[in-house]
């Protein structure tokens, strides 16, 4: 053998050499020591643990602090969670079905486990670790342990505690003890800690009276009880907690705890309307509620409030809000017999009142008590603002520079064609509204036309903007976006809102036309964290300009105007009245300078589902509009909460007079043209007995530019309404009586 033969089979041997050597080192052999080695590791550590882990004592969260509401002075308004809103009870008292029908929502195999889901937790600990948060199953007395012992806080730590907390307290307690500790600790919203609380929160009755079916709906709630909450629940919420309760009653049937037939005719079993907690009754409830509302909208949720620890002081000025209080008594509910009466029955009254230079909310009036009537009247948005908005078209027209068929600058001076039931030219939808008690007036001028709360003027005046035109501006002001087609028949506020809502509108008017978002939350701390209040005014809505020119404009309808209830020589005042379709709402919306306040009365029905209805003949008054009692209501408050009055005075600058041309007078047919007379009054009378007849047939102007969108066969049918009386036609057709939406 040569050299080189040599040196090759070395080379040979070496290589065998080491593959024996890798292959020593990987055998099965190797790995299985290396993989129980770690194994006895770990059980060594969890031994460890276990030893150093013991039960502590139940933690500050099993044991809730209050939260305390302060008026802005700083003395006490109300203190909930004062006693957290849990009984606790057997769970001999809860129906077998219902403790088998949270078993089967959360932990089917309870009875059978050692309280522990290791898959479950391991996963979690890896969501954690990874910061996908509180992902990851836990059985039930995993989650007993956390609500008792632990604390919420989403940590490695806090995991592996629970995981050996569990594992003790179920060797050391009956699965019994432990459904009892877990019902009785859960939170399921609405304030309510606790089964017992739960049953009565959500279906009026004790969790011993609870059937299968509520019991699912509670344990399918635990999941997320704010978004499930039937009452609160978007349509994707209702469907969830739907699908929910569905797989709580087929998991029943599957581990043999309820027949397929029953459940087979089971429905869901809709809540009862949520009640104001103990404690809320009279307008407390209303405030404590717009304060919870707003802390949310500022992201402090349901949860972390109900946590406890907050210290809220709210915006209402005490001596204020009892003199809204007062005023509502004297000049509204002192003359109303709700027992005998069943229009008085059904009248329900709302109030706002903000500081227009700083959008505080200083007074609110919910209604006739938080625990008797729940809903919040000053917060609803379930009624239409009425001719409040005519003033928001004016402000359109003025922010837009607008003009009139005729060419002319829309301002305070400019004239209209008055006529009742005159229709719109212009528009691709028809519109013919009547005036109130059907009067036409004689080429009145804008101001005129706002002093009576003319229709006709108002709804060509909303064409010749542009609804679109008009929309921007409302939303601009703060008009919500509910119910708001962009359509002639806005004019006569037909959209939805409240008397929040329109309380900052006008603010805003008032504020020269910087916006105003009213505000209730004057601070909420906590020692964990702190809420960041509402910045209650903004940049410029529309122009002062514009703003100044409106304030103008609704100074005369309190001085001469539908509004003159609420004159008076202690304050200088704007405002406007509006009474909505078929008399379902009246409104008194109006500021001095240093005060904004909406006043609104609703007709909702008594009967089971409520509904809206007439307030005629509210304490025997026949019509009940928003010069009447809104009126005297916003009066009496203002007086007082001014303390006698005040020497304020509006600080007007540009006002626009608008242009008032020359022309004809208007002939006896409405014509497709805006025809002012001559001599325009400032005070039109009603036309009584005109001397032509307006024509029963509207004709269409000589001027093809002019020509009509409709010629109408007769007269456009209208619902007759006290002060918003015009309907717009659904569909574009002409001769509908009800509006849009309703």
Not at 468 to 497: C, W, Y
Request: include cysteine.
């Amino acid at each position: 053998m040569g050299r080189a033969d040599a040196r090759r089979a070395q080379g040979r041997e070496a290589r065998r050499a080491g593959s024996g050597g890798k292959r020593r080192l990987f055998t099965w052999r190797g790995i299985l020591g290396t993989f129980f080695g770690l194994c006895l590791l770990g059980m060594g550590a969890f031994a460890a643990l276990y030893v150093y882990v013991d039960v502590p004592e139940a933690n500050a969260q099993a044991q809730k602090q209050s939260n305390v509401y302060k008026y802005s002075d700083g003395t006490l308004l109300a203190r909930s969670n004062s006693d957290v809103n849990r009984e606790i009870v057997d769970l001999g008292v809860v129906p077998k079905s219902v403790q088998h029908a949270f078993v089967a929502a959360e932990n089917k195999s309870f009875y059978r486990d050692q309280g522990v889901d290791l898959k479950g937790t391991a996963r979690g600990v890896i969501n954690t670790l990874s910061g996908k948060g509180k992902q990851g199953g836990s059985t039930i007395t995993q989650q007993y342990v956390k609500n008792y012992y632990l604390t919420q806080d989403q940590t490695v730590t806090r995991k592996l505690k629970e995981l050996v907390i569990s594992l003790k307290v179920d060797q050391r307690t009956k699965k019994d003890d432990i459904l009892a500790g877990y019902l009785n600790t859960v939170y399921y919203g609405r304030g309510a800690s606790g089964i017992q609380a739960a049953a009565q929160a959500y279906y009026g009755v004790d969790a011993k009276d609870l059937d299968t079916s509520q019991g699912a709906y509670l344990a399918a709630l635990l999941q997320a009880p704010s978004q499930y909450d039937w009452a609160v629940a978007s349509a994707s919420g209702k469907k969830l907690v739907k699908e929910r309760w569905a797989y709580t009653l087929n998991n029943m049937v599957d581990e043999g705890w309820l027949d397929r037939a029953e459940r087979d005719r089971m429905t869901f079993p809709v809540p009862d309307a949520p009640k104001a907690a103990p404690g809320m009754d009279g307008q407390t409830g209303y405030l404590v509620e717009a304060a919870n509302d707003e802390m949310e909208r500022q992201g402090i949720t349901e949860e972390m409030r109900e946590s406890g620890g907050w210290t809220v002081t709210l915006n209402i000025d005490k001596k204020r809000q009892k003199q809204l209080e007062k005023s509502v008594d004297r000049q509204l509910e002192n003359q109303l017999d709700r027992e005998k009466s069943k229009v008085d029955a059904t009248v329900q009254a709302g109030a706002t009142s903000v500081d227009p230079k700083t959008g505080k909310v200083v007074a609110l009036y919910g209604g006739v008590g938080a625990t008797e009537h729940y809903i919040s009247n000053a917060t609803r948005q379930d009624y239409q603002p009425a001719s409040t908005f005519k003033p928001l078209v004016l402000a359109s027209a003025l922010e837009n520079g607008a003009k009139t068929r005729n060419g002319d600058l829309i301002g305070l001076n400019t004239v209209y064609d008055g006529t009742s039931k005159r229709p719109v030219v212009g528009s691709d939808t028809p519109f013919a509204p009547q005036n109130e008690d059907d009067i036409s007036y004689d080429s009145p001028t804008v101001r005129t036309a706002m002093d009576k709360s003319i229709n006709a003027v108002f709804a060509q005046m909303v064409v010749d903007v542009t609804p679109s035109a008009v929309k921007k501006t409302a939303l601009d002001l703060g008009v919500p976006d509910k119910n708001f087609p962009e359509r002639p028949a806005i004019t006569l506020g037909t959209m939805n809102a409240s008397t929040w809502d329109m309380a900052g509108v006008y603010a805003t008017l008032d504020n020269h036309g910087k916006k105003v978002t009213p505000t209730i939350v004057k601070s909420a701390v906590h020692r964990d964290r702190t809420m960041q209040p509402v910045d209650g005014v903004g940049g410029q809505a529309i122009s002062r300009a514009s703003a100044d020119t409106v304030t103008k404009a609704l100074t005369e309808v309190v001085d001469i105007g539908s509004g003159r209830e609420a004159n008076s020589s202690a304050y200088d005042a704007a405002g406007k009245t509006g009474t909505s379709e078929n008399n379902k709402a009246a409104w008194f919306t109006a500021y001095t300078p240093e005060l904004t306040t909406a006043v609104a009365l609703f007709g909702e029905s008594t009967q089971e589902g409520g509904g809206q209805v007439s307030l005629t003949g509210t304490a025997n008054s026949g019509r009940a509009n928003g010069g009447g009692f809104p009126a005297k209501i916003w009066a009496d408050y203002t007086l007082g909460a001014l303390g006698g009055g005040s020497d304020a005075t509006f600080d007007l600058q540009g006002v626009e007079r608008g242009e008032t041309a020359v022309t004809e007078t208007p002939s006896a047919t409405p014509s497709e043209t805006e025809t002012p007379s001559a001599t325009p009054s400032e005070e039109p009378t009603p036309s009584e007995t005109p001397s032509e007849t307006p024509s029963e047939e509207p004709t269409p102007s000589e001027t093809p530019s002019e020509t009509p969108t409709w010629t109408p066969s007769g007269t456009p049918s209208t619902t007759k309404d006290p002060e918003d009386g015009g309907v717009e036609p659904p569909g574009g057709r002409p001769g509908a009586d009800t509006l849009p939406g309703q």
